[in-house]
């Protein structure tokens, strides 16, 4: 996997020391590419501080070109996508 876009958004200021979690989501499948999230929360206020979208890409190694996802991967990926944060 590749990293084709990476949108990142501060949204709350967080210090040292804060307690923060992550939850992540698969928002979109496609034949080569997979879009996801992951969300910044703090755990304190349940603030949501930051968010980082993500779409990454399947590459074929050897010919160094994007290629369709495995079918299992695929698959376990649009079992995730009804998974809400």
């Known amino acids: 996997m590749a990293g084709l876009e990476q949108t990142t958004k501060y949204k ?3 210090m040292a020391g804060d307690l923060l979690h992550i939850k992540s989501k698969i928002i979109e499948v496609k034949d080569k590419t997979i879009r996801f ?7 304190e206020t349940e603030i949501e501080v930051a968010t980082s979208e993500l779409i990454v890409v399947h590459l074929d190694r050897v010919q160094r070109k994007a290629c369709p996802l495995p079918k299992a991967i695929s698959e376990k990926c649009m079992t995730l996508l009804d998974n809400v944060i």
């Open 37 to 43: 999230i992951h969300i910044m929360y703090n755990s």
């Open 12 to 14: 709350a200021e967080v």
